[in-house]
């Protein structure tokens, strides 16, 4: 299991694959992690700490999409969405908003994050 960090440093996400090897929705380049197993492949073994709040409407070519976002628990930021409401894997996927979660920690030494922070 591997588990990502918000980019304010707030435990968000732990999950059995790394975010870098999961597909990305061709509409806003999230990463979508499967949570209900389907034909077409098995729902992933995961699990996320952060807020839900209310949907919002976001504008896409061709109409409107709901979406429930899950927010950082310390920072706010949104880091996840989904299309139906909650809780968590209450739909086919949960996006992760491109560029919310810092890497992979379960892979990076933590001598790695000691050099960003003296830089
Ligand atoms: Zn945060």
New binding site residues.
């Given amino acids: 299991m591997m588990s990502v960090?918000?980019?304010?440093?707030?435990f968000?996400l732990v999950i059995d694959k790394s975010l870098a090897a999961l597909p990305r929705r061709k509409t806003d380049g999230a990463i979508a992690i499967r949570s209900q197993d389907s034909e077409h492949g098995k729902a992933r073994v995961f699990k996320l700490n952060a807020t839900p709040k209310e949907p919002i409407l976001v504008e896409r070519q061709g109409g409107h999409e709901r979406q429930y976002r899950f927010?950082?628990?310390?920072?706010?930021?949104p880091?996840a969405y989904q299309s139906t409401p909650p809780p968590v894997k209450s739909g086919p996927f949960l996006y992760i908003f491109k560029g919310a979660l810092s890497q992979v920690q379960g892979q990076v030494p933590q001598m790695h994050s000691k050099m960003r922070i003296s830089r």
Wanted: net charge negative.
């Fill in positions: 960090d918000c980019i304010c440093g707030e968000i927010h950082c628990p310390r920072c706010t930021l880091v």
